[in-house]
C-alpha cells in the first residue's frame, strides 16, 4: 500500500519536474556545441559536433552500466525509491557543472565530467527503470500499457512545456500470472527493443547535428521548437495508446503501429532540405513512441514483481551497450555521406525499425496463440 501511494503522490511530479531540468540542459548543451565548434567551414564544423556528441554519449552510454545493475538489486529488495533518488543526485551535481562552465568559460572537454558523473550515480538506465518498475508494480495488467504510457507522457508534457517557451484499482494489483512467463518471448522483446532503440537513438543523434547545417541552418529558436514538438509525440502516442486500449487493439498491435509511425517518418526525413518538411516528417511519427513503454509493459507480464528493477534496468543497459557499436557507426557514416546524402543514417534507421518489427510479430503470434488455447480450456 505504500508503493502504491508513492507512486500516486510522488512519480508524475518527480518526472515532471526532472524533465522540465533535462529539457533546458539538453537545448543549452546544444547551443554551447555549437557555439565552441563554430568554424567558417561547415564540413570542419559538423565534424567537430558530431565527434563531441559520440564521445560524449558514449561516456553516458558506458558508465551507469556496473551502477544501475546494483542499484536495481537494491530497488528489487523493496527499496524502490533508491533507484531513482540516487540518479537525480547525480543529475543535479552534474548539471551543475554547465553552469561553471558557461561562467567561467572552461574548454568544451571538461564536459565529459557530466556523463562521468551523471553515470556513476546509475544514469538515465537507473533512474527511468526505477520508475517503470514502480509503475509496474502500482499497476495491474490490463491497466499497465496505459499507467505506464501515461508516465511517458508526464515526461513529454514537461518537455513540451519548457521548450515551446523556450481508473478503480483492482485487488490483482501489482499481481501477475506466473504461468504466462515465456522465456522466448522475453529474448524476442529484448531484441526488438534494442533493434528500435538502435533506430530512434541513432537518428536522433545524427538529427541534432542534421539541423544545425545547410540546409536547414538552425538556430537556438528552431531548435527550442523543433525540441518541442518531439515532446509533443509524447501526448499524441498517449492518445494513440488510449485510443488502441478501448478498441481491444492488442499490446503487441500497438508495438507494430508505432514502429510503422517512426519508419515512414525517419524515411522521410532523409529527403527533408526546409523546415516545414522537417515538421511534416516528425508529424508522421505521431505514434513513434508508443513502442518502448509497451514492450516494458510485455515484458513486466512475463516475469514476478520482485524482479520488475532488473528486468528493466538489463533492458536499459542493452539499449546501452549496444548504442556503444552503433554511435560511432552512425556518426561515421554520417561523416562520411556528409557531402554526398547526408540523410542516408535516417534510411538506415528506416531499415532496423522494419527489422525490429520482425521479433515483436512473432511474441504476436505466439501470444495469440496461447491465447486460443487457453479459451479452448476454459470451453
Not at 169 to 197: C, M, P, T
Not at 319 to 335: D, E, G, M, R
Request: positive net charge; proline residues 4%; glycine residues 8%.
Amino acid at each position: 500500500m505504500a508503493v502504491m501511494m508513492s507512486c500516486r503522490k510522488y512519480i508524475a511530479p518527480l518526472v515532471f519536474c526532472a524533465q522540465v531540468a533535462s529539457s533546458f540542459f539538453d537545448t543549452a548543451l546544444q547551443m554551447i556545441v555549437k557555439e565552441r565548434c563554430a568554424n567558417h567551414d561547415r564540413d570542419v564544423e559538423q565534424k567537430a559536433i558530431t565527434n563531441f556528441n559520440m564521445t560524449f554519449n558514449m561516456v553516458l552510454k558506458f558508465m551507469p552500466i556496473v551502477p544501475a545493475i546494483l542499484l536495481a538489486k537494491v530497488g528489487d529488495r523493496g527499496y524502490r525509491k533508491v533507484p531513482i533518488v540516487v540518479p537525480l543526485v547525480g543529475y543535479f551535481l552534474s548539471r551543475g557543472l554547465l553552469l561553471l562552465d558557461i561562467v567561467l568559460n572552461w574548454p568544451l572537454q571538461v564536459l565529459y565530467a557530466v556523463p562521468v558523473i551523471h553515470g556513476l550515480c546509475g544514469g538515465f538506465a537507473s533512474y527511468w527503470a526505477g520508475v517503470m518498475a514502480l509503475v509496474s508494480v502500482c499497476s495491474g495488467e490490463d491497466e499497465r500499457s496505459v499507467r505506464i504510457m501515461r508516465t511517458e507522457l508526464v515526461y513529454g508534457i514537461a518537455g513540451f512545456i519548457v521548450l515551446g517557451e523556450r481508473q478503480e484499482r483492482r485487488e490483482s494489483v501489482g499481481i501477475i500470472n506466473h504461468e504466462a512467463r515465456d522465456k522466448i518471448n522475453i529474448a524476442l522483446l529484448f531484441v526488438s527493443g534494442i533493434l528500435y532503440d538502435i533506430a530512434v537513438a541513432g537518428g536522433m543523434e545524427m538529427l541534432g547535428a542534421y539541423v544545425l547545417k545547410d540546409p536547414l541552418s538552425w538556430g537556438a529558436t528552431e531548435v527550442g521548437y523543433g525540441n518541442a514538438l518531439g515532446s509533443l509525440l509524447f501526448i499524441t502516442s498517449f492518445l494513440g495508446v488510449k485510443m488502441f486500449t478501448r478498441c481491444s487493439v492488442r499490446d503487441e498491435s500497438m508495438v507494430m503501429i508505432g514502429m510503422v509511425s517512426f519508419a515512414a517518418g525517419i524515411y522521410f526525413m532523409a529527403f527533408v532540405t526546409t523546415t516545414p518538411m522537417y515538421f511534416l516528417a516528425r508529424s508522421i511519427t505521431l505514434f513513434a513512441l508508443i513502442p518502448m513503454p509497451t514492450i516494458r509493459s510485455l515484458l513486466s507480464k512475463q516475469v514476478r514483481g520482485t524482479s520488475y528493477g532488473i528486468t528493466f534496468v538489463m533492458l536499459q543497459l542493452s539499449f546501452k551497450i549496444a548504442s556503444l557499436v552503433t554511435t560511432p557507426i552512425y556518426t561515421k557514416i554520417y561523416q562520411v555521406t556528409l557531402d554526398t546524402f547526408p540523410g542516408f543514417v535516417f534510411i538506415l534507421s528506416s531499415i532496423f525499425t522494419v527489422l525490429s518489427m520482425i521479433p515483436i510479430s512473432i511474441v504476436g503470434c505466439r501470444s495469440a496463440r496461447h491465447d486460443g488455447y487457453e479459451r479452448i480450456q476454459g470451453n
